[in-house]
Structure formats: structure tokens, C-alpha cells
């Protein structure tokens, strides 16, 4: 009788671990999923709310789990000021990478990073059609600084990177979902996942 009991208190301990480590822990999961859901801030923005929101077994591979978080992207201020900021700084990047560049195929190298950054501006401000110069007008006007670098004189080359490097920080902005009326502590919802893998050791991140 006393080796039954000692069978099952056995049996109970081993269920009772297995219950406890049959998903990832959220300490492990948080560290490897937020970074991920940085990935695509920017200046101007912050994540807020983030917290494990639903979790799965991979239908494929009975030890691999899937873990997903909720969080939100917030804007710390004036929407016009944060794709300022990014224009700003993709400038100083392309300015530094064009005086980088030299000699043959350094030109080259400038020469696409140029007609590149021209071609993905020109197609989101035609894909609005006539509506893009109102939109612009309109989003401008709620930034002082925002006109002052709209329309800042240089040669043509530079105003026109200039105008399509705030064009690729608004659009990002678009693409992250914040409307043109965002304001300030606006939030846009996203969503971040991870993989992981049970091993002899206990769980880990999947590769």
C-alpha cells in the first residue's frame, strides 16, 4: 500500500511539472518577441501596452509553440514633426553616403540610392492622384518647420531629396497606420509573434 502511494505521489509530481512547462514562460517570450515589435519605431514614437495576448501549438511540429503579443505604437508628438525628424535624418544618412561615395562605382552606388528613393516617393504621391497637393498643403500647414524644410531653397537635386525624404518618413508613418489628424498620445494597434521550441532543457527560441 505504501509503494502504491509513493507511485502515485510520483505520478502526480511528474503531471503536475509537465502542466507547469507546457507553454514558454513570459519572461522568455517577452525578451524574444519585443524586439520585434521595435522593429519599425521611429523617432517620435514609443511602445506602450505590450503584453502576451494568445499562444499555439505549430500544427507542423508538435514542439515548436508560437507565442503572440499586443502592443501599441504612440505618437510622443505632432505627427508633421515626426516625419520631419525622419526626413532629417534620412538626409543626413544620404548626404553621408553620397560624399562616401567615389570613383566609379561609387557613383553608380549614388546614382540608384537617388533614382530609388525618387521612384517609391513618386509613386505613393501618384497613387493620390490630385488629391496629394491639398493633402500636402494641409499637412505641412500644421508644422512651421515642416514649410521652412518643404521649401528651402538649394539646386534641384537637393530639393528634390529633400522633398522625397519627408515624402518616405510621412508614408511611413501612413503604412504604420496614423491618419494625417493623428495627435499627439494618438496609438495604432500591432501585433508581434515568436517561435519556440521544447528541448530536453525546457524551452527556448526557435531559430
Known amino acids: 500500500m505504501k509503494n502504491i502511494k509513493m507511485v502515485l505521489a510520483t505520478i502526480s509530481m511528474v503531471l503536475l511539472s509537465g502542466c507547469a512547462d507546457d507553454k514558454p514562460s513570459d519572461v522568455l517570450t517577452a525578451e524574444k518577441v519585443q524586439p520585434y515589435a521595435e522593429q519599425s519605431l521611429v523617432k517620435g514614437l ?32 505632432p505627427l508633421p514633426e515626426i516625419a520631419l525628424q525622419g526626413a532629417q535624418d534620412f538626409m543626413a544618412e544620404y548626404d553621408a553616403s553620397q560624399k562616401k561615395n567615389s570613383g ?20 505613393w504621391i ?7 497637393a491639398k493633402r500636402r498643403d494641409d499637412f505641412l500647414s500644421k508644422c512651421q518647420p515642416c514649410v521652412v524644410y ?9 530639393v528634390s531629396a529633400r522633398r522625397y525624404a519627408f515624402v518616405m518618413a510621412w508614408s511611413n508613418l501612413e503604412r504604420l497606420g496614423f491618419k494625417d ?8 494597434p500591432r501585433t508581434a509573434w515568436a517561435a519556440f521550441i521544447k528541448t530536453e532543457k525546457g ?3 526557435a531559430s
Open 203 to 205: 524551452w527556448k527560441a
Open 104 to 123: 566609379l562605382i561609387g557613383g553608380l552606388n549614388a546614382l540608384n540610392e537617388s533614382m530609388q528613393l525618387s521612384i517609391t516617393a513618386n509613386e
Open 126 to 132: 501618384r497613387n493620390q492622384g490630385d488629391q496629394f
Open 150 to 158: 518643404w521649401n528651402q531653397s538649394g539646386s534641384e537635386q537637393d
Open 46 to 77: 514609443e511602445l506602450t501596452d505590450f503584453k502576451r495576448d494568445n499562444g499555439w501549438v505549430d500544427t507542423e511540429s508538435p514542439n515548436r509553440y508560437k507565442v503572440q503579443y499586443v502592443f501599441n505604437y504612440r505618437l510622443t508628438k
Open 181 to 188: 489628424e493623428a495627435k499627439t498620445g494618438a496609438k495604432v
